[in-house]
């Protein structure tokens, strides 16, 4: 059976490599690339209401949490380096999310996006929903 092309994908899923693709001397690698990192958030993200996961000094993550400091949302912040710094760490949590950039809000586990996600859901009201 052949797989789907790209542009056959429905918008809710993204194309990922199959565990089966990837052969057994890399497997270590893979699965052991900042795994204390990725498991750091995927465990915040699951006991957390309230998630930020950012990085020093970035305008983006800067104003998704003046936001929910206004609407005063509690939450958990990780920061995870800047610019010059913990970017293969910054990495793994992309490749984990399947999110591209920082800031990354999640709610009761569910990735909400980003900051312009973030006011988006605060212009329509939806952000306590």
Do not use: C
Not at 32 to 41: G, K, P, Y
Request: charged fraction near 20%; aromatic fraction near 10%; charge should be positive.
């Amino acid at each position: 059976m052949s797989q789907p092309s790209l542009t056959q994908l429905p918008v809710a899923e993204r194309p990922a490599l199959a565990w089966s693709q990837v052969h057994p001397n890399v497997q270590t690698q893979v699965s052991r690339f900042h795994q204390e990192v990725v498991r750091e958030v995927a465990e915040t993200v699951a006991r957390e209401e309230w998630v930020l996961v950012g990085m020093a000094t970035n305008p983006f993550v800067g104003r998704a949490r003046r936001l929910l400091q206004q609407e005063g949302i509690p939450f958990t912040e990780l920061r995870y380096g800047g610019y010059t710094s913990r970017w293969k760490a910054r990495l793994a949590i992309k490749l984990w999310a399947g999110f591209p950039t920082f800031p990354m809000v999640f709610r009761r586990g569910v990735l909400l996006g980003g900051a312009s996600e973030l006011r988006a859901l605060q212009r329509e009201g939806a952000l306590r929903d």
